[in-house]
């Protein structure tokens, strides 16, 4: 910098070398929408700069709930996507706006509820968890915000027999808000609701609330990864943006995702599926 002091030409040829640098870091960034899940989890802040400091590629996160997630991807507003919603993925591939999807990790729903358990509910039946929720009246609480998680309670009623849409204001509860947000809301109304393992993990505040219906194959939360499709918007950084995937789905980067733990607990499994699907 002292050079760049001596005289303009060295001061004008500094200021270049300067934007150049800064134009270089650019071309080396991407953008990744991701859930407020996968954000909130702490992973992402544990495994970028893992990435970063593997390739130099930096990576912008924007987090939203899944529909957002997808309606920002839909105009070409991000490089990668990585969700927890298959039949919205599938969707999206099958639009036409994303290239091809891979499976990357996957943690389980749990079914929250009070340790009490007033509902009688608890074991590793959703299906009879549900349905004796709706028998007996006990509040639940649900994000009611299309998210991923949100979707997935929903897919439960229906696989429960269960016409939810005719219990909405009474035990049953939508908040329209995010997994904190339901969290606090079943805490203060001694309620069931849905979440994932890892918000569930995650979050500390939890009064007498507790896991009640676990391990049920129902519960399954895949994530999965898909690059914006470049033929449709020619802005997406294809290479960097597959460099990332690629990483993520590599065995350096299915080590990290298993490595990530909070409290001694591990919050995502790694099941990479490199042919895509």
């Given amino acids: 910098m002292a050079a760049c002091r001596q005289s303009v030409a060295f001061a004008l040829l500094c200021g270049l070398a300067?934007?150049?640098?800064?134009?270089?870091?650019?071309?080396?960034?991407?953008?990744?929408?991701?859930?407020?899940?996968?954000?909130?989890?702490?992973?992402?802040?544990?495994?970028?700069p893992i990435?970063?400091?593997?390739?130099?590629?930096?990576?912008?996160?924007?987090?939203?709930?899944?529909?957002?997630v997808l309606e920002g991807a839909r105009r070409g507003e991000a490089d990668v996507v990585l969700i927890h919603g298959r039949p919205q993925e599938e969707k999206f591939v099958a639009d036409g706006f994303g290239a091809k999807r891979f499976?990357?990790?996957?943690?389980?729903?749990?079914l929250i509820g009070p340790k009490s358990d007033p509902a009688g509910v608890k074991g590793k039946d959703i299906v009879t968890a549900l349905k004796a929720i709706e028998a007996k009246g006990a509040p639940f609480v649900s994000r009611g915000d299309r998210s991923g998680t949100h979707a997935a309670e929903?897919?439960?009623?229906?696989?429960?027999?269960?016409d939810i849409a005719s219990a909405k204001g009474a035990w049953y509860r939508e908040i329209d808000?995010?997994?904190?947000?339901?969290?606090d809301a079943a805490r203060k109304r001694n309620a069931y609701m849905l979440s994932d393992r890892g918000?569930?993990?995650?979050?500390?505040?939890?009064?007498?609330?507790?896991?009640?219906?676990?391990?049920d194959k129902r519960l399954l939360n895949q994530?999965?990864?898909?690059?914006?499709?470049?033929?449709?918007?020619?802005?997406?950084?294809?290479?960097?943006?597959?460099?990332?995937?690629?990483?993520?789905i590599s065995p350096e980067g299915q080590a990290a995702i298993a490595g990530?733990?909070?409290d001694g607990q591990q919050v995502f499994f790694p099941n990479a599926d490199k042919s895509g699907g």
């Fill in 260 to 262: 990530y733990k909070v």
């Fill in 51 to 68: 990435f970063h400091g593997k390739t130099g590629i930096e990576v912008t996160v924007i987090a939203r709930r899944t529909d957002e």
């Fill in 223 to 248: 994530y999965g990864v898909m690059l914006v499709n470049p033929e449709k918007y020619p802005n997406v950084k294809k290479e960097l943006g597959q460099t990332f995937i690629d990483w993520l």
């Fill in 103 to 110: 499976d990357v990790m996957y943690n389980d729903f749990v």
């Fill in 177 to 183: 808000q995010g997994m904190s947000a339901a969290f």
């Fill in 199 to 215: 918000a569930w993990i995650t979050f500390k505040d939890r009064g007498d609330l507790d896991i009640v219906v676990e391990g």
């Fill in 154 to 162: 929903l897919a439960l009623w229906i696989v429960a027999g269960i």
């Fill in 18 to 48: 300067a934007g150049i640098t800064a134009a270089s870091a650019e071309d080396r960034a991407i953008v990744l929408a991701t859930t407020t899940s996968t954000q909130d989890s702490g992973l992402l802040g544990y495994l970028l």
